[in-house]
């Protein structure tokens, strides 16, 4: 009797199969994509600290099992129906910003960053930690010839969230800006932030770190372990701005007395506890302190473009997909230098 076999392409994926699981490798069909969105054969995926909310449940309503990843570069390998704007083939990235949906009072004022209904890739549909994945075609991002897809990767959520912080910080070039924190973002905020033309004042801790960060582009160093950094900024006039990258709530308290009149405390260091703040502090000087998060997809594309034109890269250390696991351990223990990137 004849038998008929269908051969069902698969690949390879590290899901978590629910809220607090370690990662699972498992061998999954790969997808096809529906109208309006593509499939990436994924190349690279970097590993950032918010893949933590889809590793221990933090993010309301997320679906198990589930694949995290949200900095993600690779090719475009099908497009599904309705889909003009792209061609199979061409290299594409996906960020933070993972779809809007284009009917919501944000969207219709074309301010997509803060959709009501925003998705996240890795949160709300399975992200990059799989060798092909399915995207909405709005959150696509083209990738420059001269970037890999290991520092393209990177540049998709921390790179862009510390360019868009900064350029839309209010700074001019000339202007004091300091770079709290010499981790994943601010290793990179301190390049962008030099790249711009800022005079850059980096924070870090301990004196190993300031020939890193004069490597990186800062003007000078201050050492927050035998220093007091908001004292030594007011000695420079104060800072026009205070890019604050490092989830230390108290050290962020710590440096707003560090800002200069009109100046801005830019929140980027994602923590859950308090900053501490008495008005006057805020009153005085007339500052400000204010959060940002990463940007769309054509913030994005600026960032990947200026990163190609400036030179901007992140330092990375990479990872077989296989072993997400170990990889996913190596971020959360801070000793990363400085980017974790999955490569498939
Ligand atoms: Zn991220
Ligand atoms: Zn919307």
């Not at 698969?10 to 790969?30: H, L, N, W, Y």
């Not at 694949?67 to 594409?92: F, T, Y």
Request: with cysteine; aromatic share 6%.
């Amino acid at each position: 009797m004849a038998t008929t076999t269908i051969a069902v392409a698969t690949m390879k994926a590290a899901q978590v199969s629910c809220p607090g699981a370690d990662f699972e490798m498992v061998e999954r069909e790969i997808p096809e994509p529906g109208a309006g969105h593509v499939r990436i054969k994924v190349q690279a995926c970097g590993v950032c600290h918010s893949d933590a909310l889809t590793k221990d449940g933090s993010w309301p309503g997320i679906q198990y099992p589930r694949v995290p990843g949200h900095e993600v570069a690779g090719i475009l390998d099908a497009l599904g129906p309705g889909v003009s704007a792209w061609k199979k083939g061409q290299r594409v990235g996906v960020g933070w910003h993972g779809g809007h949906d284009n009917t919501c009072r944000e969207c219709r004022r074309g301010d997509f960053r803060n959709c009501r209904n925003v998705k996240v890739c890795g949160v709300s549909y399975d992200g990059g930690y799989q060798q092909y994945m399915i995207a909405p075609a709005e959150a696509l991002v083209p990738i420059p010839e001269s970037l890999n897809d290991a520092e393209a990767a990177p540049l998709l959520c921390a790179g862009i969230t510390t360019y868009n912080a900064l350029r839309h910080s209010g700074a001019f070039p000339g202007d004091l800006v300091a770079v709290q924190g010499i981790g994943g973002l601010g290793h990179l905020g301190i390049q962008f932030a030099s790249k711009f033309g800022y005079y850059v004042a980096a924070i870090g801790r301990g004196a190993e770190t300031a020939s890193l960060a004069e490597k990186l582009g800062a003007s000078l160093y201050i050492d927050s372990q035998s220093t007091n950094a908001a004292e030594a900024l007011q000695k420079l006039g104060g800072a026009q701005v205070i890019l604050a990258t490092a989830p230390s709530s108290k050290a962020m308290s710590g440096l707003v007395d560090g800002l200069g009149p009109n100046g801005k405390l830019m929140v980027i260091g994602a923590v859950f506890d308090p900053i501490e703040v008495a008005p006057v502090q805020l009153i005085n000087g007339s500052r400000t302190i204010q959060g940002w998060a990463a940007g769309t997809p054509a913030d994005s594309e600026d960032t990947l473009r200026f990163a190609e034109q400036s030179g901007v890269r992140p330092m990375i250390e990479t990872y077989p997909l296989e072993k997400a696991d170990e990889a996913y351990a190596r971020m959360l223990s801070g000793k990363a230098e400085f980017r974790v990137v999955l490569t498939m």
